[in-house]
């Protein structure tokens, strides 16, 4: 546990947040760095709020978390003001002094460049960000005064928090399907999205790590353009009540059936040492709710063990239900 990566199995929107801010009130998480943009949505419910973060760690909802995020990122700085007010987190919220911005131009370059428009972005401007980060003409976190109380050195902290022992979390975002290395190219994002990637933007090691959790949905989801191997018609989806609207930006979500091929490649690459599994009850309604293994069905264990046997990796949380506690957690 000390170090624990967390990183999306396939397009995103596996339920990483749940599981992170699950972990974060279970497990006192002492340090979590977020790594990614503000096109990525993490889905969180607390004390009967939905929250859906574009920049705040889920960790959040451990007031003894300190929040982080790493020098990788790009910074929507409105986005993050309005987010540390909405969680109250100024005192305990850190950006790297290095993390780059994302600027209203971006946002208009990702909605107006011919070469993005059949990808399906979310809008954000997160590869015009990056495309500038790369020609090294970006502005830094560094360089904005509104950030100037925020501003840290990230990597410096979350190694030192490491040495001293505490309970990490790197927070992955989007999906190890949307990497712009592994990913369905050129139907991804503008990052490498695996487990690798995640310790990189946030200054860790990759020999500093202790674990690698992938987060899978019983079922895969995708929005915008590009493949989806056994995609199931939006009536279909819904008839399973595997039918859902993007946190992020409101878009429906494409949805087909877990798939075992693309699940095992996901926990090679990304090196992974436990699974969760979210959304049983999408495909079993009889476990919903559910709070401990003995409890489940027949056909809902013998779906997990097929996954465990197949990826070669234990499943260790499973998610029953939307509320955070609606997780059976098999760790020991
Ligand atoms: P971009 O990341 O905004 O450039 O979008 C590229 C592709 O990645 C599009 O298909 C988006 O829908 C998808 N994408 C980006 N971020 C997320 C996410 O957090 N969840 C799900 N899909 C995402
Ligand atoms: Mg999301």
């Known amino acids: 546990m000390p170090c624990t990566v967390i990183a999306g199995a396939f397009w995103g929107d596996e339920g990483k947040g749940k599981i992170i801010s699950y972990l974060a009130l279970k ?48 910074i929507h700085v409105g986005r993050f003001l309005e987010e540390v007010k909405e969680t109250n987190v100024g005192n305990r919220i850190g950006v790297d002094y290095q993390a780059s911005i994302i600027e209203e131009k971006h946002s208009q370059q990702d909605k107006t460049s011919s070469h993005l428009r059949g990808i399906g972005t979310t809008g954000w401007g997160v590869g015009p960000a990056i495309e500038e980060r790369v020609r090294r003409t970006a502005k830094l976190a560094r360089d904005i005064p509104e950030l100037q109380l925020y501003l840290a050195d990230v990597a410096k902290e979350v190694n030192e928090a490491i040495d001293a022992g505490k309970k990490v979390i790197l927070e992955g975002t989007q999906g190890f399907m949307l990497s712009l290395f592994f990913g369905t190219y050129p139907y991804v994002t503008g990052r490498d999205t695996s487990a690798s990637a995640i310790c990189s933007e946030a200054g860790v090691g990759p020999t500093r790590v202790d674990d690698v959790l992938l987060v899978y949905k019983a079922f895969m989801t995708r929005v915008g353009a590009g493949p989806l191997p056994g995609e ?70 013998e779906f997990i063990k097929e996954v465990e046997n197949q990826i070669g990796i234990p499943v260790v949380l499973i998610g029953t239900g939307p509320d955070a506690l609606d997780i059976i957690d098999r760790r020991t």
């Open 232 to 301: 199931i018609s939006k009536d279909e989806a819904v008839k399973r009540g595997w039918f859902e609207i993007a946190a992020g930006t409101g878009r429906e979500r494409r949805s087909a059936p877990f798939n075992f091929e693309i699940a095992k490649r996901a926990a090679v690459i990304n090196g992974a040492t436990q699974a969760a599994l979210t959304k049983l009850d999408a495909l079993y309604p009889n476990c919903k709710g559910k709070r401990s293994y003995d409890e489940l069905p027949q056909e809902a264990k």
């Open 27 to 74: 497990d006192k998480i002492d340090v979590c760095v977020r790594t990614g943009s503000v096109n990525a949505a993490h889905t969180v419910w607390f004390e009967g709020k939905r929250y859906a973060l574009h920049m705040v760690p889920a960790t959040f909802v451990y007031e003894g978390c300190r929040l982080l995020i790493g020098a990788g990122s790009n």
